[in-house]
């Protein structure tokens, strides 16, 4: 006669998967962290060689900041983040333009009405000849970014927002009209620079290295 199991047992089976679940928890979440890091490093590195196609189709420069006649113009502030829509011919997936991390609202990235939260960030300071960017290399082209806002700027003036708490675009002078960096990805952040390499920088490093946004 076969032998059923006590719930002692029962519960002494249950307590040990429970143990182990526990001990593999931490690692699967890691795994995933993983992932979802090594699919943002992708998408930052699409709009980093958009950005380069781009420059390649008009004389070598890289997206200005105000945008050119046709563009789509926001009705909600006027908070239109205008550089997506110049790369996103060359990148056909609107997707691209959102970190699989970043916290999203309901409009979506091809919504010009809405503001457009939590995903990525262009340097505007780069809007010029790639041949004058001596810091090619070194200089952030587009980087997570936790939001951008180009609230008090009126009609296409709101064109452009810039990484980090730099001055920049529209605004400039208010804070409130600046971009703050986000380290969602380990406590650093994914960033695509000039030249079109993608790396991964401390939050520290963000903040204390302000020539990783400025032309030199």
Known sequence: MRRRFTLIELLVVIAIIAILAAMLLPSLQKARSKALQSTCVSRVKQLTLGLHMYADDNANCFV???????????SQNNNVNWWRFYVHPYI???NIFLCPVGQRTAANAADSRHQFHRTFGYNTNLARLIVSIGNIGTILAVSDASH????GC???SAAW???HNRPGGC????SSNWVNQSTRHGGGTNVGYGDGHVGWVSAWQIH???TMFTVQ
Do not use: E, F, K, Y
Request: charged share 15%; hydrophobic share 35%.
């Open 171 to 174: 605004g400039a002078n208010n």
């Open 208 to 210: 204390n290295t302000p």
């Open 154 to 156: 009126s009609g296409r």
């Open 92 to 94: 056909n997936d609107w």
């Open 64 to 74: 200005r900041a105000v945008p050119i006649a046709g563009m789509p113009r926001g």
């Open 161 to 163: 927002a810039s990484l």
């Open 148 to 151: 951008w806002n180009a609230n």
